[in-house]
Nanobody, 125 residues
Framework: RVQLVESGGGSVQAGGSLRLSCVAS????????MAWFRQPPFEREREGVAAAYIGGDYTEYAVSVEGRFTISKDDAKTTVYLQMNDLKPEDAGGYYCAADARGGHWTWTGGYISWGRGTQVTVSS
């Protein structure tokens, strides 16, 4: 099973930037898709932010972050990054890395076998 560790969260003012990292270790049982999800404060659901494949060129983005966020990866380190620019207060929340997708749309939380513990992002206006 894959273990995931996120880092890079913090507090910024609106318009600022943060870079999140997610390091994967262990064995992928299914696909090598990795994704970032976020959970706004007081919300129960996590929403997909971006996804990429380790060893592939596939990327996906939520409409709300296109043009501001960039997902990238280091295949050799089995690490994905999320560069977040022009942050807005509505981007705040817990950011979680997910991996080892069993299938389904990339935004489907139920499709991922492994999850990290998350890293917090706070954006002040």
């Amino acid at each position: 099973r894959v273990q995931l560790v996120e880092s890079g969260g913090g507090s910024v003012q609106a318009g600022g930037s943060l870079r999140l990292s997610c390091v994967a270790s262990g064995t992928f049982d299914s696909s090598r898709r990795m994704a970032w999800f976020r959970q706004p404060p007081f919300e129960r659901e996590r929403e997909g932010v971006a996804a990429a494949y380790i060893g592939g060129d596939y990327t996906e983005y939520a409409v709300s972050v296109e043009g501001r966020f960039t997902i990238s990866k280091d295949d050799a380190k089995t690490t994905v990054y999320l560069q977040m620019n022009d942050l807005k207060p509505e981007d705040a929340g817990g950011y979680y890395c997910a991996a080892d997708a069993r299938g389904g749309h990339w935004t489907w939380t139920g499709g991922y076998i492994s999850w990290g513990r998350g890293t917090q992002v706070t954006v002040s206006s």
